[in-house]
Each structure stands twice: as C-alpha cells, then as structure tokens.
C-alpha cells in the first residue's frame, strides 16, 4: 500500500487556496442526491453535520448519548486558538503554524497546519455570528488570554466553559438543520461496523442502545467525528462513554490507524484519591497563567495543601521557572507533565500519595485581589473544592498528570479522508495537525476547523467522482456486517465469566498508564505487551456480562468497548517499541538530551507511523509516511 | 462557596444503605429495592458509589443498576437521579459532582429517577430527555449558515450583556429544573437560551418568532405551568436565575401582541 497524502503543491501559503479552486464541485441541485452519514456530534461532528446540511446533502448523524449536546467537546475548557492579532502582540497565521509545528515537536505535516491557522480566524467569526457568549473588554471587542507554548495572547474563551460554549454553538446549527428535515439524528445509538461496497465506505451498522435492535444505513460517504482513545488508560480525562469502537472497527476494515502511541497527558489535573477512583478531572491550563507551579526543595512526604504556607520561600522549588525561564509555568504540557512526574520520581511530591505538586495563587491573589482571580477562574475553584474537599483559596491546589488528548487516530489524507475511499474521520479521531503534542486551545480549533472548514470543500471532489445512486442495505455486505457484530453480541453475553468489564478495564489501564505512559522503555513495552495478550484472552473467556441484547444493557455496551481498548493497547505498544525516539508525549528513556528533555532522532523517524491490520491475533503493518519540512527548519524543541 | 460548607473528615469505612427505584423498562412497572453498602469513602463520587454496588450486582449475577452519566465533571448534563427528594441531591450541583462527604455513615439514600410526564423512564433510572432537543430545534439558534459572516469584532457587545447571555448560556440540559418542579414545567430550561439569544444583537431579529415556537414546543411535549415557586432555580446546579423566566415572558407577551403570523391553536 501507498499511502498519498494528497499535500497540494506550491508554497505553503497558497496550498488550501489553490487546492479549494482545483477540488471538483457538486452542484446545488445534485448535491440533496447525496446521502452523508455522520458519526458522533462533538465539534467535528456537529460542525459537519450542519455544515454539509446547509450545502444541501441529506445528512445521518449518530450519537450514542441521549442528546448531540453530550459530546464530550462540552468539557473543554480553557479556550480555542485563532490568529487574529487583535490584540497587537506579533500574531500572524504563520506564527500560529510555526507554534503549532514546533509544540507538536515536528512531528506533524506543514501543510495541514497551516491550513488549520488560515481557518482559525474564520472559526471565531463563525461562532460570534452563532451567538457564542465569548469573553470581552468593557469597549465591548473580544477577549484574549494565553496558554501554554504560545508567547502571544490569541486563545479566545468562555469563561472555564468554551468548549460547553463553542459545542452548544454548533449543536443549535445542527437543530436547525434537524428542524428543517436536512438532518435526521439518532440519538442513544451506537456504530459498531461500517460497510463497504466495492472497496468504498457505503454504510454503517448500529445499535440502538435502548432496544438493542441492530440497524443498517447506507450513503454515499461516512464520516467518523467520534474523538479520541484516552479511556484505554481506564482513568483519563475523557467521558466514560468516550471510545475507540467506531474507529476501531474502520480500521479493522481497512482504514490505517496513524502514530496510536502519542498520547497527551495534562499537567494540571486533580490527582488520585483511591481505588474506587472512575476518572480524573482536569484543571484547565489557563490556571498556569497565574498559577506556580513548586514542590519542597527538600522531600516533605505527606505535606498537605493546608501545611504548604509553613514552607519558607527559599526552600520552595518553581521548578518550571527555574528551569524554562523564558515560558516558566507556561511551557508545553509535555514538559510541564514529565517535570512534575521527575519531581515526584524525586521522592518530592506532596500529597498523600506523594503524586501530586503544588499549583498555588498565593502571589497572583496578593497581587490582583481573590475577587479578579475568583472572577477567572471561580468555576474551576469551585470544581476543585467539591472534588478535594479543599479550599484553593487558602492553600495551594494539588495537581498530577492524567490522560487527556490523543494525538494519533485515523490515518487521514490532506482531504480528511482514511485509506478507505468515502471514509473521512474529523477532529480527534484522525491523526492528522497536532504531531506528537498538542497545544493548550488547539483541539477546539482542529474540531470546528475540519467540520466547519474543510470538509465542506473535500467531500464534493469525492462525490462529485462517485455513482449518485444509493446503494440498499439489503446487500450481502450490510448483511455480513450485521451477522458479524451479532456474533460478536452473542459470544460476550454466553461467556458468563466472573471479572466485572470494569476490573478488566481498569486492569487494562493500570498496564497502559506503567509502561505505555509519561514515559516508556524497551523492555517495560515488551513487558506490557505480553500482559495485554494475556489479558485479551482473561477477556474472552472470563468476563461477566448479564442480561440480554434486546434491551437498555450498560454493561454490554462498556464491553465491547473494553474489548476493542484491549486491542488498540497492543498496537500502541507496538508503535511505541517501534519509534526508539523520544518526541512531544511520546519519551522514551533511551533517547534524551543531557538534562532530560526529549531528543528526537529525525533521521530515522521523520515520518507518519501508520498500522495496516492483517487479521485477527496477525502483527499488524507498519507503513511510512515520511514528513518532509519544505518551510521550516527543524531544531531541538527549546523552552528555556 | 457554599461548596465547601460541611466538610467532614475523610474515612472510607462509611456504610450507606440504598434504596433505589428498578424498572426493567418503559412497559413494565417499577418499584424501590434496597441494597447495603459498605466501606464507603467520603473521597467518592455519589456516581463511584453506584460502580461499587453495580460491580457487586454483576458478581452476585443480578443486573446492574441503569443511570446516566458521561462526563463526571458537572457539563455534559447527562447524569440526573433524584436524590432524597431532591434533583442531583443535597448540594446544588450536578449528581456527579457530588461526593460521598455530604453523608454520614448509617443514612439510608433514596434514588430515584427524573420524574415528569414529559421525561418517560426507559430503564432504573434512565429517562428519555429528548423533549428538550425538539424544543431547541423549535427555535434554539440564529439562522446563519457557515461562512459569509462578519469579522468577530464588527459585532462589539457591552461586556454587561455579554456576561449576562454568558450567565444564562451555561445550561446543561439536565432537566433538574423539570424534576424540581410540582408542575413538572420546562420554564426555566427554556428562558436560559431565549434570553441568551434575546440579550445578544445576533439573535435579535428572530426573537420573537423564537420565543413563540420554543414556548409552543414546550407546550406540546406535556410540560406543565410556571407558577413562579422558584423551585428550579433553587435545583439548578449551574444557578440559572429566574430573571430569565421573567425574560422569556416579557419576550413571550411582546412577541404575542405584534406577531405577523397568527397562529391558530384550536379551542380555548
């Protein structure tokens, strides 16, 4: 297999222009001929829907949720990136893509992301337009703040809430397109196969998760807006219903899965509190814009938030601003997240667990008053309060990393679509603008930029060259599909084992997050890989799943789930042994620099690691997408 | 900070006696069970409890206990439960960010699902809320399509109001205000997006047409009457205010007396 990316020619600047005018187009007439199906309804996914509806395309869109608005994008808080320079600081859309680039470690294609920094200021004229409450001055003009890996102010936001806000903007565009009839929505159901005809994507089986009934759809593209993979860690950041099903299963159908092992882990999370612990909560980055980040000079085990005023400031350690004096508490989550992991590897973390440093407002609350700070951020005050049961008024906060973002996902092409003809995967799902590390507020902008953007433009180039007639789900192909995940419902419920879905998950994770985590060696890898073998086959023979397939079953819904997880594990391992450099998210311990930070190695692992699946228990195969950097000269990634 | 009023020292030894409401499903009739629960942590989310007893169930080979939840961090809206007599429970939060610490060892929990005509149970505690999306769809959003719009900063908006739409946009769509309700009635969910709507320049040329079809869908899914008791905002864990039902009536009336398109709606 060759894989084309499809990267336009001509210089950087131009490429999505010219590409637009060369994409071939559907008429306005033709385009209600077209039927576009329409998986998951994040930011991606309810961007697009809307989008493709207003074109005049009859679209399906599928949540499993009971409401499109459920999304998990509804969580993303801190805020979205966009080039618009309104506040005189040197932004320009290069300097978006040269930050964006560079935070991914370069480890991402040029092209894409300068497109992503060419729409990003579209995006925010879009969603004001919607009625978006964005923050703004007392002149009544917009507001900006800064996040991590950026030295200019160009993250819009809402309050703590963007994403909540950003996501109710494009789920009010989609409900005019359901109330116009363009989008027939189906909520509470579940994909779990896409159907191919002839080689291309021409439908997908579903799961009506209150009846249990198993439904066939067919059109002529589908599009996969179904986010990331994080709960294979079992304890990340993502919604519990977040899953790696529907692109698991395109990609067992012949879509490539792109560099599975870079995975982001937040700095500024609520740490763990005990075993019953069902995820973790993030604490939105824009808290490190005042926020600093310390550990005890001298290890302090047990030191609680209450006992932290006692610590005289000379024998605190800011490690990030003593290391990384230029962006200080400000630098790229990786490196805020490995820091702190070192600090408590140190025997200098706090808390109980001995996991955790501090995040304190001491100085920022002396300086601005508690009421600006409580004006800020006096939702995620508050969330961190109910959690903790501490006051971060009076001491410090209390933060560890967790899974929150993963980086890689479906390969897709420059038009979004997967080595799958007709099928696109949006946003967090595919693999495609944020390299081996994501900025903070950049998912948001990669989310609506792919939905609201992109895709409008690239899928007319495919239809246009397809067939207008449908093809009916009463083809041998649905039909398999159908048998097949039956089979698959039916072998789960008559295991009848005694390991609860929710052990096995959190076993699955407990391995995930030991060698597949912050940071990752040789021998842990082979390590884990062996023990997820063995837990695939516990899986298989030993787990509980009670009730039947005709009705509302929970647990049989976290099952499959689980069962797919168990597999996307083992080929992130895979990815992970494979690229022996570190780079972004991805450390391995071979490969660093005298003090500690990553160090790529860009001539043998300048490229996409991209996995063709072979057959059930086969090693899967590893195609090379080499990034070529025509714009950008590549350095050791530097903070300091 | 309300929150963090009460808090209790931590133990993980508490012991909790459940009474939940099981319903197999919409067809079927329902009834409490009650379940001992032990060990319980203070640090524990009301929702983690519910994994432990479920994780027990499924070993014991009896059926799960069915709830809503996604996001555990109180904004997808998704969780509900009805949580000794009060929507999302003691503190006015969502139920999953609620934590075992608002209870003393020995209470005995009463759980039980949404209860409104308009919010049918599908299974335990899981109700059907899509009533809310079909009022949304009824007149929830500024008809612009994508691309062509305005630069971001054409469209200045005194940062008073926009905080105000702010406050108001920060529904979660739970329908604790629906279960607060003796009337089971929808007023305060759907005054939280004609107001935000209302007070903003994008959504002023629709207003009225808005306010008219929201409140008509509204009506049609069987919610019942306002009677200004305060009872949803006193429930509603992201404090949308009653300003906005005073809101949505005065848009309501206005848009009633000057409407173009009369709007015929039989008997009364």
């Given at each position: 297999m060759k894989l084309d990316s499809k990267i336009p020619e001509g210089p950087l600047a131009e490429k999505w222009t010219k590409h637009k005018f060369n994409l071939?187009?559907?008429?306005?007439a033709n385009k209600r001929k077209y039927d576009v199906i329409v998986v998951g309804t994040g930011l991606a996914g309810?961007?697009?829907?809307?989008?493709?509806?207003?074109?005049?395309?009859?679209?399906?869109?599928?949540?499993?949720?009971?409401?499109?608005?459920?999304?998990?994008?509804?969580?993303?808080?801190?805020?979205?990136?966009?080039?618009?320079?309104?506040?005189?600081?040197?932004?320009?859309?290069?300097?978006l893509f040269y930050d964006t680039i560079k935070g991914g470690d370069y480890r991402a294609r040029e092209s894409n992301v300068h497109r992503l920094a060419e729409v990003s200021v579209n995006i925010i004229d879009q969603c004001v337009a919607q009625g978006v409450p964005f923050a703004r001055e007392y002149g009544g003009l917009l507001a900006n703040r800064s996040f991590g890996g950026a030295q200019v102010s160009r993250t819009f936001y809402a309050r703590g809430q963007t994403g909540q806000q950003l996501l109710l903007g494009a789920y009010s565009a989609l409900n005019r397109q359901i109330a116009n009839g363009k989008v027939k929505m189906y909520t509470r159901t579940e994909m779990l196969d896409v159907v191919?005809?002839?080689?291309?994507?021409?439908?997908?089986?579903?799961?009506?998760?209150?009846?249990?009934?198993?439904?066939?759809?067919?059109?002529h593209a589908v599009l996969l807006c179904t986010g990331g993979y994080g709960n294979v860690f079992f304890l990340s950041t993502n919604a519990k219903g977040s899953n790696v099903t529907a692109s698991w299963r395109a990609h067992k159908k012949g879509a490539l899965f792109g560099n599975p092992c870079y995975t982001q882990i937040h700095p500024t999370c609520i740490p763990v509190s005990g075993d019953h612990q069902s995820k973790l909560t993030l604490m939105s980055e824009s808290l490190r814009n005042d926020g600093r980040v310390w550990v005890p000079k001298v290890a302090k085990p047990g030191l609680t938030a209450k006992e932290a005023k006692n610590i005289p400031e000379a024998d605190r350690d800011y490690f990030l601003e003593?290391?990384?004096?230029?962006?200080?508490?400000?630098?790229?989550?990786?490196?805020?997240?490995?820091?702190?992991?070192?600090?408590?590897?140190?025997?200098?973390?706090?808390?109980?667990?001995?996991?955790?440093?501090?995040?304190?407002?001491?100085?920022?609350?002396?300086?601005?008053?508690?009421?600006?700070?409580?004006?800020?951020?006096?939702?995620?005050?508050?969330?961190?309060?109910?959690?903790?049961?501490?006051?971060?008024?009076?001491?410090?906060?209390?933060?560890?990393?967790?899974?929150?973002?993963?980086?890689?996902?479906?390969?897709?092409?420059?038009?979004?679509?997967?080595t799958v003809p007709g099928l696109y995967a949006l946003g967090e799902a595919n693999f495609s603008d944020h390299g081996a590390n994501r900025l903070g507020a950049s998912a948001l902008m990669q989310g609506l930029a792919d939905g609201y953007?992109?895709?409008?433009?690239t899928i007319g180039d495919y239809l246009a060259g397809i067939s207008q007639e449908k093809v009916s789900t009463d083809r041998p192909e649905f039909k398999e599909a159908m048998d097949k995940v039956n089979n698959t419902i039916n072998t789960i419920l008559n295991i009848k084992g005694k390991r609860t879905v929710d052990e096995l998950h959190r076993e699955l994770g407990l391995i995930m997050w030991?060698?597949?985590?912050?940071?990752?060696?040789?021998?842990?890898?082979?390590?884990?890989?062996?023990?997820?073998?063995?837990l695939k086959k516990e899986f298989w023979s030993n787990v509980a799943v009670l009730g039947s397939n005709n009705e509302l079953n929970q647990e049989l819904e976290k099952a499959m789930r689980v069962a797919d997880f168990i597999e996307l594990g083992e080929l992130m391992v895979d990815d992970a042994l494979n690229r022996t450099e570190s780079c972004g998210g991805h450390f391995r311990e071979e490969s660093q620099t005298p003090d500690g930070e990553a160090l790529r190695n860009d001539d043998d692992f300048s490229y996409v690691a991209a996995w063709e699946f072979k057959g059930e228990n086969q090693p899967e195969v590893l195609h090379k997408e080499e990034l070529n950097y025509e714009f950008i000269k590549r350095t050791q990634r530097s903070y300091k | 900070m309300n929150l963090l009023n009460g808090l209790k020292e931590a133990t993980n030894n508490m012991k909790i006696t459940l009474k939940v409401w099981r319903q197999k499903n919409n067809a079927t009739k329902g009834g409490f069970k009650v379940y001992p629960i032990e060990h319980v942590s203070t640090d524990m989310s009301f929702l983690e409890m519910l994994d432990v007893l479920n994780n027990d169930l499924v070993r014991k080979g009896e059926d799960a206990v069915a709830f809503d939840h996604d996001c555990r961090e109180g904004i997808c809206g998704m969780c509900s439960l009805y949580i000794n007599g009060k929507p999302h429970g003691p503190q006015q939060t969502t139920t999953c960010q609620l934590h075992m610490r608002s209870f003393k060892d020995g209470d005995t929990i009463t759980v039980e699902p949404?209860?409104?005509k308009a919010f049918p149970v599908i299974r335990d505690l899981v109700v059907d809320r899509t009533a809310f999306d079909r009022i949304q769809q009824a007149g929830g959003y500024v008809s612009i399509n994508t691309g062509g719009v305005p630069d971001a900063n054409e469209i200045p908006i005194p940062k008073k109001i926009a905080d105000e739409a702010f406050d108001a946009a920060v529904c979660i769509g739970c329908g604790a205000c629906v279960a607060a309700c003796k009337n089971a009635s929808a007023m305060l969910f759907v005054s939280a997006k004609v107001s935000q709507l209302a007070l903003l320049p994008q959504g002023k040329p629709e207003r009225k047409e808005r306010a008219e079809k929201m409140v008509a869908q509204m009506d049609a899914e069987g919610f019942g009457a306002c009677t200004n008791t305060g009872a949803c905002e006193a429930e509603c864990p992201k404090g949308i205010s009653l300003t906005n039902i005073a809101?949505?009536?005065?848009?309501y009336l206005s848009a009633s007396l000057t409407s173009y398109e009369v709007e015929v709606k039989g008997g009364d």
């Open positions: 071939k187009l559907v008429n306005p309810a961007s697009a829907a809307a989008s493709l509806a207003e074109l005049g395309y009859n679209v399906k869109a599928f949540c499993f949720q009971d409401s499109p608005r459920r999304a998990h994008s509804i969580a993303a808080q801190g805020g979205i990136n966009a080039a618009k320079n309104y506040q005189n600081d040197g932004d320009s859309v290069y300097r191919l005809v002839d080689g291309k994507a021409r439908g997908i089986i579903t799961r009506d998760l209150v009846t249990g009934k198993l439904e066939s759809h067919s059109g003593r290391k990384y004096p230029s962006f200080g508490n400000l630098v790229p989550r990786d490196v805020a997240s490995r820091n702190a992991k070192m600090m408590c590897d140190e025997g200098r973390g706090v808390g109980k667990t001995g996991l955790a440093v501090f995040l304190d407002f001491t100085d920022a609350i002396k300086r601005d008053g508690k009421k600006a700070v409580e004006a800020k951020y006096g939702n995620l005050f508050d969330m961190y309060a109910q959690i903790t049961g501490d006051n971060p008024y009076e001491g410090p906060m209390m933060i560890y990393p967790a899974v929150h973002y993963t980086m890689g996902g479906l390969w897709v092409d420059y038009n979004l679509m997967t953007f992109v895709i409008p433009y030991n060698y597949c985590g912050m940071s990752r060696t040789d021998a842990g890898l082979r390590e884990a890989k062996g023990k997820i073998q063995q | 949404w209860r409104a809101r949505l009536n005065r848009e």
